[in-house]
């Protein structure tokens, strides 16, 4: 027996001696992951009536196994919102809430879900997670991190979302749209996937390290977004835990090996163009995958490098899950066809774990980005395997497993818990509660936007520039980019359309854990910092939105604490409390009182924040400054109660 030692992804690895190779491959093709996915019979519960669909009976049944209760319904508003904030990314209206609250039928929770589902703010809410995983940005990213004209891909996929288009043919038009007979310009601009990600443009790097990297960088991410696989170990090594195979690497690298390369000529000291086929969108240029007429060879790397070539490999698809049907080419379009064939175990499993993941907080299995021996195993396995084949059973629509999960009585839990409760369960791993979330960076911009009302309606489009400090763009010369502040209604975009420049990030977005993109992201960070609370008391977009909302709670008739409890509503979805109200009572007749004194420091104030929002507004008279000024006090408070950030 011999020792070897393998370096990969930056670790080295010493392989155990004592386990043959053969007994590493018997004892991976058992691994649940692998095994495709079956519908099992729905369990035997105690308590049937609190089942709304198949999921319950999944969930109750290892509740009831482990002695533990499912937490009461959450109220009728708190799971409004809730649904309102995961299909679209947007906090209802209160006319929304009171037209739910006064529709007791039966089919209120249907005629919502059906509502949301159709909304066209729907593929902007699910693409956000995609785009993470597909590390989309407006910018090369490495070196100068220039910008370039990538958008026609986001707005595919918000396109694509909202028409609620298969989620196979989903794939295959992103890998390979390219390919399919007589392809439309909409299916070459799907195959922006793999062309959105990041680029080294710095000219000392050499050629072929560059067009190397890109390739392998394909390879890696098409299998963690499609297979949860870590395939990037075989790049240097037979994997000892998951049944990628070097020459399997190789292989799949072979077939992404024949796409023209990336890499253009000098456009200044150190840097280079990216260059590659393009087709035209709305008069830009948009970069989209192609193959050359010539195939190139593809070598394996000897521990990984492309330095040292070892034997020739052929484009080849994976045997190592199931075996590609004979007819099956051996080019990206067979790939993803080989992925998303029914007969695949992984594919339907991790795309519906990844959408469960979205709405609960984590998946069924917890390492969303790693299903093999290493990750994780399902909580609810047989649960993941009925949502895997309910999706294929019914054409691969999001849509349909998005409105089954939404309208089960799992999702419909209360996230209040006791603290018995809570120790049995303390992380919701059994599904006894939904947790709290709070909300991704671009949805906590949106909703103070649409509780504002300042937020544009539009869908799609080039990026917009939301105010941000002064010189945070490193201006090397004349020729890096320039930030131009946007003005108008583009100032009041939606999150997902802000400018994406990778190591520049928009600094309201980097505080709320939005990740570069640099890499694929498969699960974002959720942190706590002062810097968050900072960001929403000084950011231009969120003083813009409370001087808004101050404006029309100003412009109401009602009394004062009518006033009030309708900003709370407006705020939280909910009706304040006598004391709540008491406290924003306190807090507005101080600051009025406090404004009648100096008139001068409330028009500074309003003059201070109000920024693209109504310039022409008058302050001249003095009560109307004091009012107005009191009540953008009130606004910031409502904006920046947790629960106002928090989805319940």
Not at 49 to 64: G, K, Q, Y
Not at 101 to 115: G, T, Y
Not at 185 to 193: E, N, V
Request: proline fraction near 7%; charge should be negative.
């Amino acid at each position: 027996m011999r020792k070897a030692f393998f370096i990969a992804c930056g670790i080295v690895l010493l392989a155990n001696p004592l386990v043959a190779e053969d007994a590493v491959t018997t004892d991976v093709k058992r691994h649940w992951a692998y095994v495709p996915p079956v519908r099992t019979a729905q369990p035997e519960v105690k308590d049937p009536s609190w089942c709304r669909n198949p999921i319950d009976r999944f969930v109750l049944a290892m509740l009831e196994q482990r002695e533990l209760q499912p937490s009461a319904e959450a109220d009728r508003t708190t799971w409004l919102r809730r649904v309102s904030f995961d299909l679209v990314g947007l906090p209802p209206s209160v006319d929304e809430i009171e037209d739910f609250l006064a529709d007791s039928s039966n089919e209120a929770r249907q005629r919502v879900v059906d509502r949301l589902l159709g909304s066209q703010h729907f593929g902007e809410r699910w693409a956000r997670p995609w785009l993470d995983l597909a590390r989309y940005g407006d910018s090369t990213g490495i070196h100068e991190d220039e910008l370039r004209p990538t958008w026609a891909w986001r707005d595919w996929v918000i396109g694509a979302l909202n028409d609620d288009m298969p989620f196979d043919q989903f794939t295959i038009e992103q890998l390979a749209g390219d390919l399919l007979p007589e392809a439309t310009l909409q299916q070459r601009i799907a195959t922006g996937f793999h062309r959105a990600s990041p680029l080294n443009t710095e000219a000392g790097t050499p050629k072929e390290a560059r067009r190397t990297r890109q390739v392998l960088d394909r390879v890696n991410v098409t299998g963690t977004v499609w297979l949860g696989t870590t395939l990037a170990c075989s790049q240097c090594h037979d994997h000892r835990h998951d049944p990628p195979l070097q020459r399997d690497y190789y292989a799949l690298a072979a077939i992404f090996n024949n796409t023209p390369d990336e890499s253009g000529g000098d456009v200044g000291p150190g840097r280079i163009r990216q260059v590659g086929p393009v087709v035209e969108v709305a008069g830009t240029s948009t970069f989209v995958m192609q193959e050359i007429e010539k195939p190139r060879t593809m070598h394996i790397f000897e521990r990984g490098s492309y330095e040292t070539p070892g034997a020739v490999v052929e484009p080849a698809l994976p045997d190592f899950l199931h075996a590609p049907a004979e007819d099956t080419p051996a080019n990206r379009l067979g790939l993803a066809r080989w992925i998303v064939d029914p007969a695949n175990p992984l594919t339907a499993r991790v795309t519906v774990n990844r959408w469960w993941a979205d709405l609960f907080g984590a998946g069924l299995v917890r390492t969303s980005g790693d299903f093999g021996a290493e990750g994780d195993r399902p909580t609810h396995p047989e649960l993941l395997d009925w949502l895997a084949v309910e999706l294929v059973e019914n054409g691969w629509s999001m849509k349909h497993i998005l409105r089954t999960i939404v309208l089960s009585s799992t999702y419909g839990q209360s996230s209040r818990v006791k603290a018995e409760a809570r120790q049995a369960d303390p992380d919701a791993r059994w599904l006894s509660r939904v947790p709290r979330l709070r909300l991704s960076a671009e949805a906590i911009r949106d909703n103070a936007l649409s509780i504002s009302g300042l937020i544009s309606p539009t869908v799609g489009g080039p990026p917009v520039y939301p105010p941000q400090p002064d010189d945070l763009w490193w201006i090397r010369d004349g020729k890096s980019p320039k930030y131009e502040t946007s003005q108008g209604e583009s100032r009041y975009r939606r999150g997902i359309y802000t400018v994406w420049r990778r190591t520049y990030l928009h600094p309201s977005l980097a505080v709320f854990d939005a990740p570069d993109r640099i890499s694929c992201t498969v699960d974002r960070e959720r942190s706590n910092t002062p810097l968050q609370a900072l960001t929403l008391l000084n950011d231009p977009i969120y003083l813009e939105a409370a001087f808004e909302l101050a404006r029309k709670l100003n412009g109401f008739d009602d009394d004062i604490a009518q006033r009030l409890s309708r900003g709370f509503r407006m705020a939280t979805g909910r009706v304040a409390s006598d004391g709540e109200t008491t406290k924003l009572d306190e807090l507005y007749r101080g600051r009025l009182d406090r404004f009648a004194s100096d008139a001068e420091a409330a028009r500074e104030l309003i003059e201070s924040v109000r920024g693209d929002v109504l310039p022409g507004v008058d302050v001249s008279d003095d009560r109307a400054a004091a009012e107005l000024a009191a009540w953008f006090h009130v606004a910031t408070v409502l904006l920046n109660l947790d629960e106002t950030i928090t989805r319940g």
